[in-house]
């Protein structure tokens, strides 16, 4: 037994733990379990020895049974570095995980009845329908020009126009009468009943001798009254025509042939609304068309020739009339085509030919105010 204990310092733990480092070392590479003969085992060094120092601890061995504990960070002997796996070894391990995952794949329920369910959509995906329609904010149409790519149309020709306007016109017109179905002379002024229809079947009616002569004398009967509603249909007025036709009210007038216009072809004797659609007027010594009463008057698809005035208001009256002329032909009207003493009647002329009127050849209006009338696609031949 020492008087004292010896001292351990720093330079004697550091030199122990050298020796016996490089021996653990030398020993791993020649897989000895002895250190070699070459390495000098050190002397033992007493607690008098100089600097105190004392011999390291052996290296721990293992008895047979019993794992060597391992100093951290220090390798352990005998140990083999880790080496890599080729690639040929990993290929069939990552086959095999691959089969083992698909095998973990459950297999997909078909029902009973054999119906296949439909898929399941994945969260986060919207559901499509390959058949729907364009979603919001989109156009669905690949033709579709982007802004600023379209292509301007060319400018429409303007006679082009007006000359399709009439032949579309022209189509819908009314076919004109052909008077070889007979005619019947008429002895006493044939009256349409209020919301009654006369349809002539396109015979033509002749004025006898008590209804008139179809001169320009004031007092004439008609051949045709019609009260308010009715609707004449079909007629060719054959000479003489006495003084045509008189309407009481709304009327309407469709498919009406004046061979001789007589004293006038119409007369519109109270208020309302008559339309006259399809036919003809010749041969009249005055005017067409007599308006005695405020009313509205539409004429379409109407030829008239040779008289002095396609439409008259009476002289000196200043009630309102409105005239509209659709997709007509006129011409050799002598004085004008309209005429009026009034300053608030109108008159609208669209898509129709004219020639020949009044001492200029294109004198379409009598004092008429300027204001009131309005023109559109009509052609002066």
Request: hydrophobic fraction near 30%; include cysteine; glycine fraction near 12%.
């Given at each position: 037994m020492y008087g004292c204990r010896p001292t351990l310092g720093p330079e004697t733990i550091q030199g122990a733990l050298g020796v016996w480092l490089g021996w653990a070392l030398v020993a791993g590479g020649c897989g000895a379990d002895e250190p070699p003969a070459s390495v000098e085992q050190p002397a033992a060094m007493t607690a008098s020895g100089a600097g105190g120092q004392h011999a390291p601890p052996p290296a721990p061995t293992a008895t047979p049974g019993q794992t060597a504990t391992q100093t951290p960070g220090v390798p352990a002997p005998n140990a083999q570095p880790p080496q890599q796996p080729t690639a040929a070894a990993q290929e069939p391990a990552t086959q095999t995980a691959m089969a083992q995952e698909a095998d973990a794949q459950p297999?997909?329920?078909?029902?009973?009845?054999?119906?296949?369910?439909?898929?399941?959509?994945?969260?986060?995906?919207?559901?499509?329908?390959?058949?729907?329609?364009?979603?919001?904010?989109?156009?669905?149409?690949?033709?579709?020009?982007?802004?600023?790519?379209?292509?301007?149309?060319?400018?429409?020709?303007?006679?082009?126009?007006?000359?399709?306007?009439?032949?579309?016109?022209?189509?819908?017109?009314?076919?004109?009468?052909?008077?070889?179905?007979?005619?019947?002379?008429?002895?006493?002024?044939?009256?349409?009943?209020?919301?009654?229809?006369?349809?002539?079947?396109?015979?033509?009616?002749?004025?006898?001798?008590?209804?008139?002569?179809?001169?320009?004398?004031?007092?004439?009967?008609?051949?045709?009254?019609?009260?308010?509603?009715?609707?004449?249909?079909?007629?060719?007025?054959?000479?003489?025509?006495?003084?045509?036709?008189?309407?009481?009210?709304?009327?309407?007038?469709?498919?009406?042939?004046?061979?001789?216009?007589?004293?006038?072809?119409?007369?519109?004797?109270?208020?309302?609304?008559?339309?006259?659609?399809?036919?003809?007027?010749?041969?009249?010594?005055?005017?067409?068309?007599?308006?005695?009463?405020?009313?509205?008057?539409?004429v379409s698809n109407f030829r008239a020739t040779n008289a002095g005035k396609f439409i008259r208001q009476n002289g000196g009256t200043g009630f309102t009339i409105h005239v509209h002329i659709d997709n007509c032909d006129i011409s050799r009207m002598k004085e004008a085509i309209f005429r009026t003493d009034s300053r608030s009647s109108t008159v609208t002329m669209t898509n129709t030919r004219y020639s020949r009127i009044g001492p200029g050849g294109d004198d379409l209006w009598k004092d008429v105010n300027p204001a009131n009338i309005t023109t559109s696609n009509n052609t002066q031949y």
């Amino acid at each position: 037994m020492y008087g004292c204990r010896p001292t351990l310092g720093p330079e004697t733990i550091q030199g122990a733990l050298g020796v016996w480092l490089g021996w653990a070392l030398v020993a791993g590479g020649c897989g000895a379990d002895e250190p070699p003969a070459s390495v000098e085992q050190p002397a033992a060094m007493t607690a008098s020895g100089a600097g105190g120092q004392h011999a390291p601890p052996p290296a721990p061995t293992a008895t047979p049974g019993q794992t060597a504990t391992q100093t951290p960070g220090v390798p352990a002997p005998n140990a083999q570095p880790p080496q890599q796996p080729t690639a040929a070894a990993q290929e069939p391990a990552t086959q095999t995980a691959m089969a083992q995952e698909a095998d973990a794949q459950p297999e997909e329920a078909i029902p009973e009845d054999g119906e296949v369910p439909d898929p399941v959509t994945p969260q986060g995906v919207p559901d499509v329908d390959p058949q729907a329609g364009p979603m919001d904010g989109e156009s669905g149409d690949p033709s579709e020009e982007l802004p600023g790519e379209s292509e301007e149309e060319p400018a429409e020709d303007p006679g082009e126009a007006a000359a399709e306007a009439q032949e579309e016109a022209s189509a819908e017109a009314p076919e004109t009468c052909d008077p070889s179905s007979g005619s019947t002379t008429v002895n006493a002024t044939i009256v349409v009943r209020a919301g009654d229809t006369f349809d002539g079947e396109c015979r033509r009616f002749v004025a006898g001798r008590a209804v008139g002569d179809g001169s320009q004398a004031e007092g004439q009967d008609p051949v045709f009254r019609l009260e308010r509603g009715a609707t004449l249909l079909n007629v060719v007025l054959g000479s003489p025509a006495a003084d045509g036709i008189h309407t009481y009210g709304d009327a309407t007038l469709r498919n009406i042939t004046w061979e001789d216009i007589g004293e006038d072809a119409l007369t519109i004797k109270q208020r309302g609304t008559v339309r006259l659609d399809g036919g003809s007027a010749q041969d009249g010594a005055d005017k067409v068309f007599q308006i005695n009463a405020a009313s509205t008057f539409h004429v379409s698809n109407f030829r008239a020739t040779n008289a002095g005035k396609f439409i008259r208001q009476n002289g000196g009256t200043g009630f309102t009339i409105h005239v509209h002329i659709d997709n007509c032909d006129i011409s050799r009207m002598k004085e004008a085509i309209f005429r009026t003493d009034s300053r608030s009647s109108t008159v609208t002329m669209t898509n129709t030919r004219y020639s020949r009127i009044g001492p200029g050849g294109d004198d379409l209006w009598k004092d008429v105010n300027p204001a009131n009338i309005t023109t559109s696609n009509n052609t002066q031949y």
